[in-house]
């Protein structure tokens, strides 16, 4: 009988430790984008990357370079290296995880736009953070919502 009594004693301490556990593993490290779900609008659903997306983060600075899904123009015209250029972003700057959030300040980007004090800073809100797994969650200006999920590679 006093077995019987433990288990929601167990069952209620792991609900408080596991959560703050994961809360404290680190973003440090080189992330794979894996794929990104959009969970609302005309583009609902799941897209599964055909292309690399890495993130990397270090105790500070952060860095995400991906090329966009498809097939990537081939030749050496200048319209075909322009098209292949188009298909490829990268961004890098400083970051401050706060709580479940990441609030980016991108310092260097390939899409200047996003480095204006207009557009800063990018806040992501972690939705699942492991040893191995990545969930990031990002709502626009429209109101869609995505998540972006994530495998450790180192």
Do not use: C
């Not at 301490?13 to 680190?26: E, G, N, R, Y």
């Not at 600075?61 to 990268?90: C, H, K, L």
């Amino acid at each position: 009988m006093k077995r019987l009594q433990l288990r929601p004693l167990i069952l209620a301490m792991a609900a408080l430790v596991i959560p703050a556990a994961a809360s404290a593993q680190s973003l440090e490290g080189v992330w794979k984008g894996t794929e990104i779900e959009i969970l609302n609008g005309p583009d609902a659903g799941v897209i599964v990357y055909e292309n690399p997306r890495y993130l990397i983060y270090t105790d500070a600075f952060f860095m995400w370079a991906f090329e966009s899904n498809g097939v990537r123009p081939t030749g050496t015209s200048d319209a075909a290296i322009s098209q292949a250029a188009q298909m490829y972003q990268s961004t890098g700057g400083t970051y401050i995880r706060h709580g479940n959030q990441i609030i980016y300040n991108r310092l260097v980007a390939l899409a200047p736009l996003t480095m204006l004090p207009e557009n800063q800073p990018l806040v992501r809100e972690i939705r699942l953070l492991t040893r191995y797994h990545l969930e990031t969650q990002l709502t626009n200006a429209d109101g869609i919502t995505s998540i972006l999920r994530y495998v450790r590679v180192e």
